[in-house]
């Protein structure tokens, strides 16, 4: 069973470009989670999603950045107009169907780590 | 507002001792705590889950607790090796239930042979 998956491992962008990270859930697990590592920082939450559904957006910037689960394919994490604040690694969870009143293992990709010029 | 504490932020000990990484929380209600285990420059690998309702769980040479009431876990590591060097963070799910995660800063542990 492959673990969670991101591509590219490594992404360059000038300011102004786009960023488009990818992420593949685990084999069997309908929920996705992005996280973002700052330089010098600890991870923050950014979403939340399940298939075809954002269910907390609560550490998405307000612009510039979106993210989605289509019912097909993988989570993208896409951030417009990129700015070198947003240089960081980007690190991408999945994990099974919760059951009420608790949660399930995180499972964590490789990270993307976009560097803006 | 959840906020979670590690303490200390480095630890540098000699190959073969045992010791404890702290992470406290300032809302008890919580779902669960993860321990993970991040090496430079690569992602997040799990350790240990603790639910709600555990005192603590064992994997191998890793001990975690879990005191909701005080807000407290530790990770005690027995007989340390030079692999086990890298960022140690606690993360809890939230009072919400949404699935997200909230990290301490984390513990960089160094093991000298």
């Known amino acids: 069973n492959a673990g969670v998956m991101q591509n590219p491992r490594h992404l360059v962008r000038r300011r102004g470009q786009e960023a488009r990270l990818r992420c593949s859930p685990m084999k069997g697990h309908s929920h996705v989670y992005w996280y973002r590592q700052l330089p010098e920082e600890g991870l923050k939450f950014m979403v939340y999603l399940q298939k075809e559904n954002i269910i907390d957006e609560s550490g998405m910037p307000k612009e510039r950045f979106s993210a989605e689960f289509p019912k097909e394919g993988p989570s993208i994490l896409r951030i417009q107009q990129v700015v070198r604040g947003d240089s960081a690694a980007y690190f991408c969870?999945?994990?099974?169907?919760?059951?009420?009143?608790?949660?399930?293992?995180?499972?964590f990709g490789p990270g993307t780590r976009l560097t803006v010029l | 507002k959840q906020e979670v504490t590690q303490i200390p932020a480095a630890l540098s000990v000699p190959e073969g001792e045992n010791l404890v990484l702290n992470c406290s929380f300032t809302?008890?209600?919580?779902?669960?705590l993860q321990w993970f285990r991040q090496d430079p420059g690569k992602g997040l690998t799990s350790l240990l889950l603790?639910?709600?309702?555990?005192r603590e769980q064992t994997s191998g040479r890793l001990n975690a607790s879990l005191d909701k009431s005080s807000g407290r876990s530790t990770l005690y590591i027995a007989a340390s090796q030079p692999g086990d060097s890298a960022t140690y963070l606690c993360a809890v799910h939230g009072s919400s239930n949404t699935g997200k995660l909230i990290f301490g800063q984390g513990t960089t542990l160094q093991v000298k042979p």
């Open positions: 969870a999945s994990s099974p169907k919760m059951t009420s009143g608790s949660a399930d293992t995180q499972y």
């Open positions: 603790i639910q709600s309702s555990q």
């Open positions: 809302d008890s209600a919580i779902y669960n």
